[in-house]
């Protein structure tokens, strides 16, 4: 297994670790059962996304594509005054 990513935060690890399985990938996330000595232990390097040898290319391209993703441009709801919505 190799090493291909330190998350920020235990919600970034598990959204990585689901993306990764929505594509067929195998992760395993180190670390997860440290994070409540933080206070004891460096606060960042904790987690870090594993995956096999032969999939580690394919899941670095899925979390570059995550890392450079950009949000949707800001679009107002419909403006709905007057109206029932049920």
Do not use: K, W
Request: net charge negative; charged share 15%.
């Amino acid at each position: 297994m190799r090493r291909i990513y330190e998350p920020a935060d235990l919600l970034e690890a598990e959204l990585l670790l689901a993306m990764l399985a929505s594509e067929g990938i195998t992760a395993h996330l180190s670390g997860r059962h440290l994070l409540g000595a933080v206070g004891e232990l460096p606060v960042s390097g904790l987690l870090g996304l594993q995956v096999a040898d032969t999939q580690a290319e394919r899941a670095q391209q899925l979390i570059t594509g995550y890392n450079a993703a950009q949000p949707l441009a800001y679009e107002p709801p419909p403006d709905f005054s007057g109206e029932l919505l049920c």
